[in-house]
């Protein structure tokens, strides 16, 4: 099973810029989708955006991201990355990284990001 590994969380201010790191242990390419997810304290574990492996990009709009959010992978480096811009409170939470099969999620320990107001 991939392994995965975030890096890049922490405590920023609201206007405030983050940049997420996933590292993948195999080839990206081997992997049908891979993704960030949010959960934010006392609720459940959401979808952000996620990237598929013929490059296509989906960001949920439930989250309000768009514009703010950028999702990216470098093939080199079998990384995927979450630019997160102009963050605002309600963006604090544990990020994790997934890695999307026909069976379900791969996930990486999450990194907390705490946006203060």
């Known amino acids: 099973q991939v392994q995965l590994v975030e890096s890049g969380g922490g405590l920023v201010q ?5 940049r997420l790191s996933c590292a993948a242990s195999t ?7 891979m993704g960030w997810y949010r959960q934010a304290p006392g609720k459940q574990r ?8 013929d490059g296509s990009l989906n960001y949920a709009d439930s ?6 959010f950028t999702i990216s992978r470098d093939s080199a480096k079998n990384t995927i990355s979450l ?6 409170p309600e963006d604090t939470g544990v990020y994790y990284c997934a890695a999307t099969y026909v069976w379900g999620n791969a996930w990486g320990q ?3 990001v705490t946006v203060s107001s």
Do not use: H
């Open 83 to 88: 630019q997160m811009n102009s963050l605002k």
């Open 46 to 53: 959401e979808l952000v955006a996620r990237i598929f492996s």
């Open 27 to 33: 080839s990206i390419f081997s992997i049908p989708a």
């Open 63 to 68: 989250m309000n991201v768009k514009g703010r």
């Open 14 to 18: 609201a206007g405030g810029s983050l």
């Open 110 to 112: 999450g990194t907390q």
